[in-house]
């Protein structure tokens, strides 16, 4: 595709559910971000994908919350045991490669645990 | 910690006004500064992206700045429009590799 696409565009879930979020990076891109950002606050990171190598973790905000990326393209950021604090969209990144490259953002998932 | 911020918070202006927003980081050391819009309910649209060796870059309207000495970077709008209006965001890639973001500045320009 041209873009980064993001799936569902919103999804709903009953509070102890798990979810599971996707995205489709621009291919060719190794370098992946995924970020959250709650009503009315800025961008928090929460993973950092480059190539084959670790993941950057650090800012996973609890073990309920992990993410893969197979075949070095498609992601999954999966929430287990969804809380109401969860609730935020969540934003997904892709560029070429690390450091100083342009990234491009998909439209995100509004992600809304009642 | 790295820190980005933005000022103003928020700004309201005329259309047909020239205005400038400021970014200003503590890592002297980044790889590069990008500008985003963001518009209600959307995700982030990329506008500039400024290579640390570089010290501008046009597109349009708009023109951004970056001088990592200082740790700051302007983003210029030139004759602002009423589809102007958005939420404006510079980031910057560091020793990291994830962008940093800033608090972002809140735009309407008014009819």
């Known amino acids: 595709g041209a873009g980064v696409s993001q799936s569902p565009s919103n999804k709903v879930t009953e509070k102890g559910k798990d979810v599971e979020l996707r995205c489709d990076p621009i291919s060719g891109h190794t370098a992946l971000y995924w970020y959250r950002q709650s009503l009315g606050q800025g961008l928090e990171f929460l993973i950092y994908?480059?190539?084959?190598?670790?993941?950057?973790k650090s800012g996973l905000p609890s073990d309920r919350f992990s993410a893969e990326r197979t075949g070095g393209s498609v992601s999954t950021l999966t929430i287990q045991r969804t809380q109401q604090e969860d609730s935020a969209v969540y934003l997904c990144a892709s560029s070429l490669l690390q450091g100083g490259t342009e990234a491009f953002f998909g439209q995100g998932t509004r992600l809304t645990v009642v | 910690k790295q820190e980005v911020t933005q000022i103003p918070a928020a700004l309201s202006v005329p259309e047909g006004e020239n205005l400038v927003l400021n970014c200003s980081f503590t890592d002297s050391a980044i790889y590069n500064l990008q500008w985003f819009r963001q518009d209600p309910g959307k995700g982030l649209t990329s506008l500039l992206l400024?290579?640390?060796?570089?010290r501008e870059q046009t597109s349009g309207r708009l023109n951004a700045s970056l001088d990592k000495s200082s740790g700051r970077s302007t983003l210029y709008i030139a004759a602002s429009q009423p589809g102007d209006s958005a939420t404006y965001l510079c980031a910057h890639t560091g020793g990291g590799n994830k962008l940093t973001f800033g608090t972002g500045t809140q735009l309407k320009v008014e009819l």
């Open positions: 400024i290579q640390s060796s570089q």
């Open positions: 994908f480059q190539g084959n190598s670790a993941p950057d």
